[in-house]
């Protein structure tokens, strides 16, 4: 009995010497790893502050900043090692800000690939500073500079016009300024036809002069409202009926998109439209996100229909996978009033029954081709959605459809006085709509319905024979439609 005690006290007594040694010797190593991760979260922090300040100078970018490459510090568990490595860390960084502090000042001056203005310069102050740039602006003419703009909108800075270098040297060192660059000459680019444009036929109607610069026509957008101030589209009056408005100014896009396929001026610069200076209707029915209420939508269409008068047609770039007879209805009454209604077939690549309003009868429903090149017979390069001269693989089909138009990379009008290039039966139906007026601005009396059927009639089908320019047909595997064509009376 007593013998078995002295076994067990012998071996509680091995235990605990046993623990005793291995907790000692895991807290001595669990001590040395955290010393040393703490050693090297201490280096590289200070190379990240370190190289974030020669980010500021040198306006590198943070991409080109190495954390655990081989300059970076290594932890050892001895203070001395860690002093040593912060050392040589902090003398390379202090030597590169010292070369970077030397030619500072002349590396705010930017270098420019172009032509440009002997001794002129604009000159960019940095965000956030409080001196005006008129102010800062004096200094440089008090050197014996010329001011011709200073900015307070866009950018805030001056354009200067100067000889003496050390003028140029003495802006170049002021704390305010960000950057100097050289002015430069700019050349308006020449007006651009989208292949859109030239595969409908539209280029034959303007170049060879017989057809009217400003086509006759009064033309309502009914969409997000169009850019009043852009230089290509003459909007001749504006309504909103979106909540939360008071004009129909476009701050979203899509409506002045489709006004320029629509009417941009024929002006030699930017793009041309369908029927080029026509009278736009700016009618608002989508907000900023390009949403609204059928309500709105309907009234827009009693706006139309209350101006038949003076409105030949009306674009509607917008649908929903629904019915609505409320919808149809107006349409219809707005079209038995005299204006011809053109609506995308929308993007959603089934058939255009399912959605409205491009299955109304009453309506031309326009689904979207893919163009690369202008022309027929399918030559041109591969488009984001689709073959050279082939339906849009976004575009509804079928029945419903009453023609295609091109609706791939179509350049256009944009907010801001600018242009982009877009995609969707959204641009397809602009053509349409652009055809439309023009077919009526030659034929006053004409009525939708046979608006309608001149446009059908007269686009490229099955048989049309591909003359290696705009006329012919294209690869449509959900139907038989025609395709656009202009060119056959736009200049008759």
Same mark, same amino acid.
């Given at each position: 009995m007593g013998d078995s005690i002295t076994v067990v006290l012998v071996s509680a007594l091995f235990i605990l010497i046993t623990s005793y040694i291995v907790s000692t010797a895991f807290y001595n190593v669990l001590n040395f790893e955290v010393q040393a991760k703490k050693h090297s979260r201490t280096a590289n922090n200070n190379i990240v502050s370190s190289n974030k300040k020669e980010n500021v100078q040198t306006g590198a970018s943070p991409s080109n900043i190495t954390i655990g490459g081989e300059n970076s510090f290594v932890a050892t568990n001895t203070t001395q090692g860690s002093s040593i490595s912060h050392s040589i860390s902090n003398l390379k960084s202090a030597e590169k800000l010292a070369n970077q502090e030397k030619h500072f000042a002349q590396s705010k001056l930017r270098q420019v690939l172009a032509e440009t203005i002997p001794h002129q310069y604009i000159v960019v102050l940095k965000n956030g500073v409080t001196e005006s740039?008129?102010?800062i602006a004096q200094q440089a003419i008090s050197g014996g500079g010329i001011v011709p703009f200073v900015y307070n909108n866009a950018i805030k800075g001056f354009a200067i016009k100067i000889a003496n270098k050390l003028v140029?040297?003495?802006?170049?060192?002021?704390?305010?300024? +960000?950057?100097?660059?050289?002015?430069?000459?700019?050349?308006?680019?020449?007006?651009?036809a989208s292949t859109g444009y030239s595969r409908v036929g539209g280029p034959l109607s303007i170049i060879n002069g017989s057809h009217p610069r400003v086509v006759n026509a009064g033309i309502a957008i009914i969409d997000t409202g169009i850019d009043f101030t852009h230089p290509e589209l003459n909007v001749y009056k504006q309504v909103s009926f979106v909540p939360g408005t008071s004009a129909?100014?476009? +701050?979203?896009?899509?409506?002045?998109?489709?006004?320029?396929?629509?009417?941009?001026?024929d002006?030699?610069?930017g793009v041309v439209g369908i029927a080029p200076g026509a009278r736009l209707w700016a009618i608002k029915v989508l907000d900023r996100s390009g949403s609204g209420s059928m309500s709105s939508i309907i009234e827009g269409i009693d706006y139309v229909t209350q101006n038949a008068g003076q409105i030949d047609a009306a674009n509607l770039s917008f649908g929903c996978k629904c019915t609505s007879f409320a919808l149809d209805t107006a349409i219809n009454n707005s079209v038995a009033a005299g204006v011809t209604f053109v609506v995308a077939a929308g993007n959603a690549g089934e058939d255009a029954s399912l959605w409205s309003p491009a299955s109304n009868p009453n309506v031309i429903s326009v689904a979207a081709m893919a163009d690369s090149d202008g022309k027929c017979g399918g030559l041109g390069p591969q488009t984001p959605y689709g073959p050279d001269d082939s339906l849009a693989s976004f575009s509804n089909y079928g029945s419903k459809v009453t023609i295609a138009a091109p609706g791939v990379n179509i350049h256009t009008t944009y907010l801001g006085s600018s242009y982009a290039t877009l995609s969707g039966t959204s641009v397809a139906a602009p053509f349409v709509t652009g055809a439309a007026a023009l077919y009526h601005s030659l034929h006053p009396t004409a009525s939708p319905a046979q608006v309608r059927d001149a446009l059908v009639s007269l686009g490229s089908t099955a048989t049309t024979a591909c003359n290696g320019g705009g006329p012919g047909y294209f690869n449509n595997p959900h139907g038989n439609e025609p395709l656009l064509y202009i060119g056959s009376f736009a200049h008759g």
């Open positions: 740039a008129q102010s140029l040297n003495s802006i170049l060192s002021n704390p305010s300024v +960000d950057f100097v660059e050289p002015d430069i000459k700019v050349q308006a680019f020449s007006q651009v129909a100014n476009d +701050d979203n896009g899509h409506g002045t998109a489709v006004a320029g396929i629509v009417a941009a001026e002006n030699s610069v």
